[in-house]
């Protein structure tokens, strides 16, 4: 065997080491993300009421879209009058319901995606967050409050990597906006601005945000599986730049 060949064999065998690690450390990342969020409730003896609530949330019938959550589902209820089993478009046999479920399983599947190829707490807290996220906008019959944990999640991550600062800080104004108007300080404001146009607006821009924070995965995906980039000139057994 040549040293060229070599230098390839043993660059290969680190690659595959590495993706080992990457695979334990994201791996331990989500657990450690996971006891932190469910473990106070756990010890609680809240578990079976998590798995009810779960439980209720994809397979309750209900009258409407989303329960005062702001999320697209919000728009199509504010504009006319759908029920979950409606069909999104006449033509396809697709439900607000399957639909709600099919978006949430992909913004899953990302979530997981992101936190094995960014190995580590980080990746683990920014899949976690987008997940919260997901849980806000995409199931049949979200309230307003699930977004809460979005803003535990992603906050220690916006402390050391601020690209993430536009985002968190956008979410915390559209969530608080929601949280305000469906349940204000003042009793005798309570329904007086729910279910106008304002509501609508919010609803899509957090839409719009849900885009974004998914792009910003899809787009961190997308480097790390490319693999790390390697200085001009040199052989692929090299060591690749940080």
Do not use: C
């Not at 994201?26 to 809240?46: F, M, N, R, Y």
């Amino acid at each position: 065997m040549t040293a060229r060949q070599s230098r390839g064999v043993a660059a290969r065998n680190g690659v595959l080491h590495r993706d080992e690690g990457a695979g334990l450390r994201a791996g331990a990342g989500l657990v450690v993300v996971t006891a932190l969020v469910l473990g106070p409730w756990i010890l609680h003896g809240d578990l079976r009421r998590i798995v009810d609530v779960y439980e209720v949330l994809f397979t309750k019938e209900r009258d409407r879209l989303s329960e005062l959550a702001w999320n697209l589902w919000w728009v199509f209820d504010y504009r006319g009058d759908p029920r979950p089993g409606t069909h999104v478009v006449s033509w396809l046999p697709l439900t607000f319901k399957q639909a709600g479920l099919i978006i949430s399983v992909l913004s899953a599947a990302l979530a997981i995606a992101y936190a094995w190829v960014r190995p580590g707490l980080r990746g683990a807290l920014v899949a976690a967050a987008y997940l919260a996220f997901a849980f806000y906008a995409w199931p049949i019959g979200a309230h307003e409050r699930y977004l809460y944990p979005f803003l535990g999640l992603l906050l220690p991550v916006v402390m050391v990597e601020r690209r993430w600062l536009p985002l968190y800080a956008a979410v915390s104004v559209t969530f608080f906006l929601n949280l305000f108007v469906v349940a204000p300080p003042l009793v005798q404001w309570m329904d007086r601005w729910v279910y106008g146009e304002f509501g609508a607006v919010v609803a899509g821009i957090n839409a719009g945000l849900f885009g974004v924070f998914t792009i910003m995965l899809l787009e961190g995906v997308r480097r790390r599986s490319r693999g790390p980039a390697v200085r001009p000139g040199i052989s692929q057994g090299a060591r690749p730049l940080p």
